[in-house]
């Protein structure tokens, strides 16, 4: 897929356009900015949680392997630190702290230590409260859940599971044809 | 022969530059081809082109180091993590914006013949004619009849697929097989010839991708890779092709690193003898020595280089005598369609990625059309099934969600349009002396917008897409326009245009400087119109035209 389809695509799901997908200046104190670089470097439970995170959007399934196994986690926290402008970035991780104490307000449990029925009906509450920001918010800043939706998206499909088992895979087709058939179940090409 | 002494010098090695230098080697000249950037190696340099998408850090996405580093080339689509590497330092080469211009550089071995959109259309002698019929800057010096057997040589060796559809104003070529369109792309063709007969027409793209074998290549494998440098030399690159073909012949001297500074000008012969050359790798100036000098440099480099060359004579630079040198900037203007969706197929869909679509050919202001502008559009698009990135009614999370995103989605289709930019003499680049690029030399200022021709036209590019969609009884279309600034549509062109008469032109009819004809200039800079079709493969048959009056014209003097 080319990216701008992809950007569009993206934009369009998480109903807004695509963090990162924008270069801005930003007019942080030097201290400010130290303090957020130490805070990027996420540690190994924090990884997890973002995993889990991931894995409740995109679960496994019978069909294919989730989020986790994709190791989407870690690869948030790469397009988080290298992708995302120092807002975002501050956005970002924030928003970890504020979807664990949604978890807690909600299920009074922290959402690692919530079961996956807890998890799911904590993010699908969520899921639906950051569409409704994203679709006025006009300027003002992202949402953080639209964050982590846009990146384990994207972590996932563009990961081998993603290309490979989610979807078909053909590194040299070879070949193209205009017409064959279709049917329902059939994976779609990565 | 002499050291530094060739018999003839290329400046750049894009499409143009990989052109003149096979054409002359070929006629058994010794050639120097002088490329800016460093070397980017067939096959050897495509770091990414075999690895797995997977493999990339950012999975496509940029940095925002190279937000920073590239923010002309952030402004459009072409920013992808794969092929960064591909695009000039902007630190190092900047310009002036007097306007905005969206200006797309790469200067590595092969220039952008390794980074073009591979569509490759004939010019008709409606196109040439053009000018002269709309009483319009000046006349093309040419017609059809003069380029057509330079389309055929260049359509023979860089493999052009498409298909032959006999429409005047679109010449069919030497074509290999014809990509296929689509089922849905098929009877969107289908309704639109059934509403407007031999008005309109939906055709397969004409691109330079091998569908049949040509010796020391392979076939396209419709893996939509092409930016990553093919590995199967599955489409027309110069280092694909055409130097591969000159180094063949062994005449061949490529020299990296080599920034033409200046042609040298020699006032008692009245002729150019050689190329004055910084070599940015350590900071020396050189001198190299020829008969024959062909700027290929890209379109507004070659002029750049005209500006800095003959001061003493011309204090505007070469080519200058005439007024129009820097002048008549053109490109295609774009960013701007209509797409909507595909009620149906549900049972149908595709096998390989083809880096192609379809293309439907100008319509308007021919025949009886008649409209409030002059000119027009061509329309370049696909139809697909909608991918992972889709909304799925009701679900918005979890298992069934995530099962649902690795179906395919509903169909869609859509279609930007390229529009022909008149030759305006205050649309101009000229060189900015305050400020200077790595090396100390004066950076290019433009200064060039669209008018009110284009913008006319661009009201019609939306409708008539948007009219054509319904139509074909496509749903729920929508239409768009991104605006344009110049450059942007990467087909950058006519700053040192050909024409009939010195003082109203740079180049004569053979893309020779009026002012120093042993000096060629055969890229985009010597267009004198722009027609809406993608220029590339005129400037393929305009070079080899070139080179073939260069060579005979040296026999004369040798005889």
Redesign the interface.
Same mark, same amino acid.
């Given at each position: 897929?080319?990216?701008? $389809?992809?950007l569009?695509?993206?934009a369009?799901?998480t109903g807004g356009a695509v963090i990162?997908g924008d270069?801005f200046l930003t007019g942080c104190s030097s201290s400010k900015e130290r303090d957020l670089r130490e805070r990027l470097k996420l540690t190994p439970k924090q990884i997890v949680f973002l995993d889990e995170v991931a894995d409740?959007?995109?679960?496994?399934?019978q069909?294919?392997p989730?989020a986790k196994a994709a190791k989407v986690g870690s690869?948030m926290t790469?397009?988080v630190n290298?992708?995302?402008?120092a807002p975002d970035q501050e956005i970002f991780i924030d928003g970890m702290e504020k979807l664990e104490a949604a978890c807690k307000k909600m299920h009074h449990l922290g959402f690692l230590e919530a079961t996956a029925e807890q998890r799911?009906a904590l993010? $699908?509450a969520i =899921?639906?409260e950051a569409?409704e920001y994203a679709q006025k918010k006009g300027a003002a800043p992202n949402h953080y859940y639209t964050m982590f939706?846009q990146l384990t998206?994207?972590?996932?499909?563009?990961?081998?599971i993603?290309?490979k088992q989610?979807?078909r895979y053909?590194?040299?087709?070879?070949?193209?044809?205009? =017409?064959?058939?279709?049917?329902?179940? =059939?994976?779609?090409?990565? | 022969m002499e050291a530094n002494t060739y018999d003839a010098i290329v400046v750049g090695s894009g499409i143009s530059g990989g052109w003149a230098a096979k054409e002359l080697c070929e006629k058994g000249l010794k050639v120097l081809m002088l490329e800016r950037g460093g070397p980017y190696e067939h096959v050897k340099d495509y770091k990414s082109a075999l690895r797995e998408p997977w493999d990339l850090p950012h999975r496509g996405r940029t940095t925002t180091e190279q937000k920073k580093k590239y923010p002309v080339i952030h402004r459009g689509w072409a920013a992808s993590e794969a092929v960064m590497d591909g695009w000039v330092n902007e630190e190092d080469c900047p310009y002036t914006e007097l306007k905005p211009f969206t200006w797309w550089r790469s200067y590595r071995m092969g220039g952008r013949s390794t980074l073009w959109g591979r569509q490759s259309y004939r010019f008709s002698q409606m196109d040439f004619e053009a000018n002269e019929r709309d009483g319009i800057a000046v006349s093309w010096p040419i017609g059809y009849n003069d380029i057509a057997p330079w389309y055929d040589h260049v359509e023979k060796f860089a493999g052009i697929s498409g298909s032959i559809e006999n429409i005047a104003h679109l010449p069919d070529g030497q074509f290999l097989p014809p990509m296929e369109l689509n089922c849905v792309e098929k009877d969107v063709a289908k309704r639109i010839k059934r509403e407007y007969g031999d008005k309109r027409h939906l055709i397969i793209g004409r691109t330079a991708n091998l569908t049949a074998l040509i010796p020391g290549r392979s076939k396209c494998q419709f893996r939509n890779r092409c930016w990553e440098g093919c590995p199967f030399g599955g489409y027309f690159s110069t280092q694909s092709s055409t130097l591969p073909a000159a180094m063949k012949t062994g005449n061949l001297t490529v020299r990296p690193y080599s920034l033409v500074r200046q042609v040298i000008y020699d006032k008692n012969t009245k002729k150019a003898s050689g190329v004055e050359v910084l070599d940015t790798e350590n900071n020396q100036t050189y001198e190299f020595k020829s008969k024959v000098v062909f700027l290929c440099a890209s379109a507004l480099n070659s002029t750049w280089i005209l500006f800095n060359s003959a001061t003493d004579i011309w204090p505007d630079g070469l080519g200058s005598s005439s007024g129009e040198l820097g002048h008549n900037v053109m490109d295609h203007h774009y960013n701007i369609g209509a797409s909507g969706i595909v009620e149906g197929y549900e049972d149908r869909y595709i096998f390989g990625k083809r880096a192609n679509g379809f293309y439907i050919p100008r319509f308007v202001n021919i025949g009886n059309d008649k409209r409030d502008y002059l000119r027009g559009f061509g329309y370049q698009g696909s139809a697909s099934r909608e991918g992972w990135g889709r909304e799925i009614a009701e679900l918005n999370i979890g298992g069934d969600f995530k099962d649902a995103l690795t179906e395919p989605g509903q169909w869609t289709i859509g279609a930007t349009a390229f529009g022909e930019i008149l030759p305006y003499h205050d649309n101009k680049i000229a060189l900015d002396k305050e400020r200077k690029d790595k090396w100390g030399l004066p950076v290019l200022a433009m200064d060039a917008e669209l008018k009110e021709n284009e913008l006319k036209m661009r009201k019609d590019m939306q409708e008539e897409m948007k009219a054509m969609l319904a139509i074909a009884g496509i749903k729920n279309v929508n239409t768009w326009d991104n605006g344009h600034a110049m450059g942007h549509g990467i087909h950058e062109m006519g700053t040192a245009r050909m024409g009939l008469d010195p003082k109203t032109s740079v180049l004569n009819k053979w893309n020779q400087v009026w002012d120093c004809l042993n000096v060629y200039v055969t890229d985009g800079a010597c267009m004198t119109s722009s027609g809406c079709q993608n220029p590339s493969l005129t400037y393929m048959a305009l070079t080899a035209r070139a080179v073939d009056h260069a060579v005979s014209e040296l026999k004369k003097i040798n005889s």
């Amino acid at each position: 897929m080319e990216r701008r $389809t992809l950007l569009k695509m993206i934009a369009l799901l998480t109903g807004g356009a695509v963090i990162g997908g924008d270069a801005f200046l930003t007019g942080c104190s030097s201290s400010k900015e130290r303090d957020l670089r130490e805070r990027l470097k996420l540690t190994p439970k924090q990884i997890v949680f973002l995993d889990e995170v991931a894995d409740t959007i995109l679960p496994t399934t019978q069909k294919s392997p989730g989020a986790k196994a994709a190791k989407v986690g870690s690869f948030m926290t790469v397009m988080v630190n290298d992708c995302y402008e120092a807002p975002d970035q501050e956005i970002f991780i924030d928003g970890m702290e504020k979807l664990e104490a949604a978890c807690k307000k909600m299920h009074h449990l922290g959402f690692l230590e919530a079961t996956a029925e807890q998890r799911l009906a904590l993010l $699908t509450a969520i =899921d639906k409260e950051a569409k409704e920001y994203a679709q006025k918010k006009g300027a003002a800043p992202n949402h953080y859940y639209t964050m982590f939706k846009q990146l384990t998206l994207l972590g996932y499909f563009s990961s081998e599971i993603g290309y490979k088992q989610a979807l078909r895979y053909n590194q040299v087709p070879g070949r193209y044809e205009g =017409d064959v058939p279709y049917e329902k179940g =059939d994976k779609a090409w990565a | 022969m002499e050291a530094n002494t060739y018999d003839a010098i290329v400046v750049g090695s894009g499409i143009s530059g990989g052109w003149a230098a096979k054409e002359l080697c070929e006629k058994g000249l010794k050639v120097l081809m002088l490329e800016r950037g460093g070397p980017y190696e067939h096959v050897k340099d495509y770091k990414s082109a075999l690895r797995e998408p997977w493999d990339l850090p950012h999975r496509g996405r940029t940095t925002t180091e190279q937000k920073k580093k590239y923010p002309v080339i952030h402004r459009g689509w072409a920013a992808s993590e794969a092929v960064m590497d591909g695009w000039v330092n902007e630190e190092d080469c900047p310009y002036t914006e007097l306007k905005p211009f969206t200006w797309w550089r790469s200067y590595r071995m092969g220039g952008r013949s390794t980074l073009w959109g591979r569509q490759s259309y004939r010019f008709s002698q409606m196109d040439f004619e053009a000018n002269e019929r709309d009483g319009i800057a000046v006349s093309w010096p040419i017609g059809y009849n003069d380029i057509a057997p330079w389309y055929d040589h260049v359509e023979k060796f860089a493999g052009i697929s498409g298909s032959i559809e006999n429409i005047a104003h679109l010449p069919d070529g030497q074509f290999l097989p014809p990509m296929e369109l689509n089922c849905v792309e098929k009877d969107v063709a289908k309704r639109i010839k059934r509403e407007y007969g031999d008005k309109r027409h939906l055709i397969i793209g004409r691109t330079a991708n091998l569908t049949a074998l040509i010796p020391g290549r392979s076939k396209c494998q419709f893996r939509n890779r092409c930016w990553e440098g093919c590995p199967f030399g599955g489409y027309f690159s110069t280092q694909s092709s055409t130097l591969p073909a000159a180094m063949k012949t062994g005449n061949l001297t490529v020299r990296p690193y080599s920034l033409v500074r200046q042609v040298i000008y020699d006032k008692n012969t009245k002729k150019a003898s050689g190329v004055e050359v910084l070599d940015t790798e350590n900071n020396q100036t050189y001198e190299f020595k020829s008969k024959v000098v062909f700027l290929c440099a890209s379109a507004l480099n070659s002029t750049w280089i005209l500006f800095n060359s003959a001061t003493d004579i011309w204090p505007d630079g070469l080519g200058s005598s005439s007024g129009e040198l820097g002048h008549n900037v053109m490109d295609h203007h774009y960013n701007i369609g209509a797409s909507g969706i595909v009620e149906g197929y549900e049972d149908r869909y595709i096998f390989g990625k083809r880096a192609n679509g379809f293309y439907i050919p100008r319509f308007v202001n021919i025949g009886n059309d008649k409209r409030d502008y002059l000119r027009g559009f061509g329309y370049q698009g696909s139809a697909s099934r909608e991918g992972w990135g889709r909304e799925i009614a009701e679900l918005n999370i979890g298992g069934d969600f995530k099962d649902a995103l690795t179906e395919p989605g509903q169909w869609t289709i859509g279609a930007t349009a390229f529009g022909e930019i008149l030759p305006y003499h205050d649309n101009k680049i000229a060189l900015d002396k305050e400020r200077k690029d790595k090396w100390g030399l004066p950076v290019l200022a433009m200064d060039a917008e669209l008018k009110e021709n284009e913008l006319k036209m661009r009201k019609d590019m939306q409708e008539e897409m948007k009219a054509m969609l319904a139509i074909a009884g496509i749903k729920n279309v929508n239409t768009w326009d991104n605006g344009h600034a110049m450059g942007h549509g990467i087909h950058e062109m006519g700053t040192a245009r050909m024409g009939l008469d010195p003082k109203t032109s740079v180049l004569n009819k053979w893309n020779q400087v009026w002012d120093c004809l042993n000096v060629y200039v055969t890229d985009g800079a010597c267009m004198t119109s722009s027609g809406c079709q993608n220029p590339s493969l005129t400037y393929m048959a305009l070079t080899a035209r070139a080179v073939d009056h260069a060579v005979s014209e040296l026999k004369k003097i040798n005889s």
